[in-house]
């Protein structure tokens, strides 16, 4: 069974770093494009940023330059590492996995930015 968990959320500071991680289990992971996306209240779910099966990468424009995607697939895991964090990050990111049409989502992990 297919399952996608993250971590790592919390308060932080405008200006401060959080680094969000997704374990995956159950899937051949290094096969999947992984990705993480936010969402707020009342708007649609956003693609943040995500990485391919071969480590190409790709950014939401609001995000290039301050957060970083990377994938061991070793550990079976992907991460975000978001630096310079501004208030309009908070959200809730979820950890997808896709493979043609096959997706599979995380629970999410909350992040808040605020002083």
């Known amino acids: 069974q297919a399952q996608l968990v993250e971590s790592g959320g919390g308060l932080v500071q405008p200006g401060g770093s959080l680094r969000l991680s997704c374990a995956a289990s159950?899937?051949?992971?290094?096969?999947?494009?992984m990705n993480w996306y936010r969402q707020v209240p009342g708007k649609e779910r956003e693609l943040v940023a995500g990485?391919?099966?071969?480590?190409?990468?790709n950014y939401a424009d609001s995000v290039k330059g301050r957060f970083t995607i990377s994938r061991d697939n070793a550990k079976n895991t992907v991460s975000l590492q978001m630096d310079s964090l501004k208030p309009e990050d908070t959200a809730v990111y979820y950890c997808?996995?896709?493979?043609?049409?096959?997706?599979?989502w995380g629970q999410g992990t909350r992040v808040t930015v605020s002083s």
């Open positions: 997808n996995g896709q493979l043609g049409r096959l997706g599979y």
């Open positions: 159950g899937i051949t992971f290094s096969l999947y494009g």
């Open positions: 990485i391919s099966s071969g480590g190409g990468t």
